[in-house]
């Protein structure tokens, strides 16, 4: 019988002897739902294609270096639904976010031909599968199995998205707010430009706010400097990001 993507996330969180929040594995259980779906611009067989080339990078104990190129290192498939030029845009933001510019964006957006929201879908994937995996490496549990693939067209839905000052990718600004943006644009009276990011795709902000709540601070808490689940103090937690993120190259 066929495991769910729920199932498979499931099964390795709660076979492990360490004991894994409800919240969290709710939410990688969410993003592994999605992970193999049709989604907004890229249908499920090409959503697939791009986590396995995440999954290969992160795996990858001598990563190509992100000058070469992934793809003619004989590591990824030959076979793969996607090009090889954007196989290697994903393995370079996969393992080498830090040395991305606006001028290589440009340019890699030229020589694919993904639009600025495909591009934000792709994010979405990787953050994905980053996190599930990643998470499973680092507390020593099994790593979930991809999901199989569901057949379907991506929605194709867009939003009134505008160019803004430190993106790269057109967003949507707080005065444009469309109803599937709601949920993370209401009740706010500023948007910080790294909540806003993935604004034109509202399924990759679902994924952010998700993974974001359970792996991070929820949204809504971030003004309040004493939140805490009762384990980590939000100085702590802080402490913890703002080192990982150094360590990263986060831009932010």
């Not at 193999?36 to 611009?41: D, E, I, K, V």
């Not at 370079?92 to 020589?111: C, F, I, N, P, S």
């Not at 057109?170 to 993370?184: I, N, Q």
């Amino acid at each position: 019988m066929t495991q769910t993507p729920t199932s498979l996330v499931e099964s390795t969180h709660h076979a492990s002897d360490m004991s894994v929040r409800s919240d969290l594995t709710a939410a990688h259980a969410h993003v592994w739902e999605k992970l193999a779906a049709p989604g907004t611009w890229w249908n499920g067989s090409e959503r697939l294609a791009v986590a396995e080339v995440v999954r290969t990078a992160l795996d990858d104990p001598n990563p190509i270096p992100p000058w070469d190129s992934a793809s003619n290192s004989g590591r990824l498939p030959n076979d793969s639904v996607i090009s090889p030029e954007l196989q290697d845009a994903v393995y370079r933001l996969a393992v080498h976010a830090g040395t991305l510019t606006e001028e290589w964006y440009q340019k890699m957006r030229d020589a694919t031909g993904v639009t600025p929201q495909q591009w934000v879908e792709i994010i979405e994937v990787t953050i994905s599968v980053a996190s599930v995996l990643r998470f499973a490496q680092i507390a020593g549990i099994e790593r979930p199995d991809f999901p199989e693939v569901l057949e379907g067209r991506p929605t194709g839905q867009p939003q009134p998205s505008k160019p803004a000052k430190h993106h790269w990718v057109p967003v949507v600004h707080l005065e444009d707010v469309t109803p599937e943006l709601a949920p993370y644009y209401d009740g706010l009276t500023a948007l910080a430009p790294v909540l806003r990011a993935l604004s034109s795709v509202p399924a990759a902000m679902d994924t952010l706010a998700t993974l974001g709540n359970a792996q991070y601070i929820p949204m809504r808490e971030m003004i309040d400097l004493n939140w805490t689940r009762g384990t980590l103090s939000r100085r702590q937690i802080e402490l913890v990001a703002g080192r990982l993120s150094a360590h990263r190259e986060c831009f932010y």
